[in-house]
């Protein structure tokens, strides 16, 4: 049986995260650690699917608790980057969330690494991961551009490329990280001007295709000296990507 210990972080952004540390049934070695970002909904994700490589893999989750438009906007918060100012604004298409809390999260993942390395010492030289979609793949493009995480590979699922364009170009010029990054991308992805909350039945039409941007991302990172790596899944939409990505940033760590 897998063992799940809960740690508690003091909040942060006016609110509190949920923290999971699952460890593999398998005992002893360094298990590689992959820390996942939504853990409200990738943390089950990964255990309802069964998948054997969780015998041989350490799970870091991160996540919110609370009804469904209390998710959202802490999502817009913490995995958002802060204006080039350094100064929270709001939300690009949902102006009433506030956003721009990524450098605090960086922290609280930060001290999440540490609590969960002293509750499992064998984590200590473990490689470590870091993994999220949408929102959250748009947080770990801004870790990649900060690198003062201890971590050894990125996996970023789709991410929110398009929030307040060009800002995260603009993050990623300075890049100071030499960790290899995973970008996953659904074929069947579309972008919408308008949020999904605001669209209504008519407003999921005529979307723009994300995987040029994603193509165009694997590219820029790549003539910047990191290795990075396009994984395409076809005929995935932006929905599908959350469970498919998931699962595919599980077997990639664990490869």
């Known amino acids: ?4 210990i809960t740690l508690t972080l003091p909040p942060a952004g006016g609110h509190e995260h949920r923290v999971q540390l699952r460890l593999p049934t398998e005992s002893g070695g360094q298990p590689p650690l992959l820390c996942l970002l939504d853990g409200q909904w990738t943390l089950p994700l990964l255990e309802q699917s069964g998948h054997p490589a969780l015998e041989r893999c350490a799970v870091l989750a991160l996540g919110y608790d609370g009804d469904p438009e209390h998710i959202r906007r802490c999502r817009a918060l913490d995995y958002t980057p802060p204006a080039p100012d350094g100064q929270p604004w709001h939300d690009p298409r949902v102006p009433h969330w ?9 922290e609280q993942l930060r001290l999440a690494l540490n609590l969960c390395r002293q509750a499992e010492p064998r984590l200590v030289q473990s490689p470590t991961s870091l993994y999220g979609h949408s929102y959250a793949g748009l947080f770990v493009l801004y870790a990649l551009s900060q690198g003062t995480l201890p971590l050894d590979r990125y996996l970023c699922a789709s991410p929110s490329l398009w929030w307040h364009d060009p800002l995260i170009w603009s993050l990623l010029d300075g890049i100071a990280s030499p960790a290899p990054i995973d970008i996953l991308a659904g074929a069947g ?3 919408y001007p308008v949020s999904a909350q605001a669209a209504g039945p ?3 039409r005529n979307g723009i295709p994300t995987l040029p941007a994603m193509q165009h991302l694997q590219r820029t990172l790549h003539d910047r000296g990191l ?3 396009l994984h395409i899944l076809p005929q995935a939409g932006h929905g599908q990507m959350l469970t498919q990505a998931t699962l595919r940033a599980l077997e990639l760590v664990t490869a």
């Open 202 to 204: 008519e407003g999921r």
């Open 227 to 229: 290795d990075a790596r």
């Open 189 to 191: 992805e579309f972008w």
């Open 98 to 106: 506030q956003a721009g809390g990524a450098a605090a999260m960086l």
């Open 1 to 4: 049986m897998s063992r799940v």
